[in-house]
């Protein structure tokens, strides 16, 4: 501000001694023509000279840069939940146990082996004749039972007791696969039931092959109690089998061996 009011000083020095200088001219003058000069002085525009205050530049504030610290948020991380294996416990059904229902036991029709074929009805074993002819233990049969009367019963009428000292009875039928063909078909029989004492005591019927057999009674045919009988018959084999049927009249059917021998 003091440096602004020393410049205005100086500036208007030379402007009024201009003026004074100007005023003692005309006076001067006025004064060697003895002419009176009336100056009629037009009034001075004085123009203060333009006073250009000095540019005052303010220095620039910069304000600092705020830099606000970069916040960050803490990454969260949230546990891991690991729900816990839940395993059924395995459940086992017990153990159920189906009574084994009994069998009926249905001999199957055995196939020929070799020909003859000589079947003992209720043995267990095979068993050898006076003749060398092996006999097959008890096989071939449905329903009935056996039994063994035992080594010390004598039978007339044969030179091999032992073929009817075992029986089979009750039985309702007898099937031995064979080829097709002509056989010679015995059946051996023998009263041996201790509560069979005469004829008609025991009767039944049986078919061999288409064969019919009625009223067949052991007693009659063998003349008699604990004495062999064979019946022997022819048949033609087409069906690939043997099969012989029984059926019950007065007492049950029995018969103590079969022989099956090709025929001419």
Not at 220 to 230: D, E, P, S
Request: glycine share 6%; hydrophobic share 45%.
């Amino acid at each position: 501000m003091q440096n602004v009011k020393r410049l205005v000083h100086w500036s208007c020095v030379p402007f009024i001694s201009a003026v004074v200088v100007l005023l003692l001219v005309g006076c001067q003058s006025d004064d060697q023509s003895g002419v009176k000069i009336s100056l009629i002085q037009p009034a001075l525009a004085v123009t203060a000279p333009a006073i250009t205050a000095p540019a005052i530049t303010a220095p620039a504030i910069t304000a600092p840069a705020i830099t606000a610290p970069a916040i960050t948020a803490p990454a969260i991380t949230a546990p891991a939940v690991t729900a816990p294996a839940i395993t059924a416990p395995a459940i086992t059904a017990p153990a159920v146990t189906v009574p084994a229902v009994p069998a009926v036991v249905v001999s199957a029709a055995p196939v020929a082996a070799g020909l003859p074929i000589r079947i003992k009805a209720g043995a267990t074993v095979p068993y050898t004749d006076s003749s060398g002819n092996v006999w097959l233990p008890d096989q071939g049969f449905v329903d009935g039972d056996v039994i063994d009367r035992g080594s010390d019963m004598q039978i007339a009428n044969t030179q091999d007791q032992v073929i009817y000292r075992t029986e089979r009875y009750g039985m309702s039928s007898f099937s031995y696969k064979l080829p097709n063909g002509k056989y010679i078909v015995k059946l051996h029989f023998a009263e041996t039931y201790e509560d069979i004492t005469g004829p008609g005591q025991r009767v039944f019927s049986f078919n061999v092959a288409g064969h019919e057999f009625k009223d067949f009674d052991v007693w009659v045919k063998a003349g008699g109690a604990r004495r062999a009988y064979i019946e022997t018959v022819n048949v033609d084999i087409t069906d690939g089998k043997l099969d012989i049927t029984f059926t019950t009249n007065i007492q049950s059917p029995e018969i103590n061996g079969i022989e099956i021998i090709p025929g001419s």
